[in-house]
């Protein structure tokens, strides 16, 4: 059995491959599912603009069932809904007026905050290594790149910068 794929919009699953997904993501069904999933975290102003922009629906209002449903060019919105949308998106606006009020979104202090917490974990200066290798002296015909290097190597050249 090779690997499937999980469409968590769709709650459907194929065996993945290109094809397969490509259909799938072009499908109708899923374009619908998607579009009502994003839908669900606008905000409730922008959503209220956008259907109250539109012309009634004649089907909906008449029978209150469109063959169209959420892909309907017109707008399905009923008096309860725009009453209940209305009412969240004047809250919603009191909440950020609120928030402005009592300074929680105060950049100024936010940057201030920020600059003293990047002074607090500024890196220290590079110290230079203190290391003690074994005495190879006596040890005959030793190849050059076993050697320890010289401190002056360190003391005079700058600390590498590493990523």
């Given amino acids: 059995m090779g690997k499937r794929y999980i469409c968590e919009y769709c709650n459907n699953s194929f065996s993945d491959n290109p094809t397969n997904r490509k259909n799938h993501l072009k499908g109708i069904n899923h374009q619908r599912l998607k579009q009502l ?22 089907s909906f209002l008449q029978t209150g069932e469109c063959y169209f449903g959420e892909s309907c060019r017109f707008s399905h919105l009923t008096v309860e809904r725009k009453k209940e949308l209305e009412n969240q998106a004047r809250k919603n606006m009191a909440k950020k007026t609120q928030r402005k009020k009592d300074g929680l979104f105060d950049i100024d202090k936010w940057l201030e905050s920020r ?24 040890i005959a015909n030793l190849p050059p790149s076993l050697f320890p290097p010289s401190t002056d190597v360190w003391e005079n050249e700058p600390p590498p910068e590493w990523g």
């Fill in 37 to 58: 999933h994003y839908r669900s975290f606008k905000d409730p102003a922008q959503y209220l603009a956008e259907e109250s922009a539109k012309k009634p629906c004649r």
């Fill in 115 to 138: 600059t003293k917490v990047l002074k607090k974990s500024a890196k220290p200066e590079f110290k230079i290594p203190n290391y003690s290798l074994p005495s190879v002296s006596g």
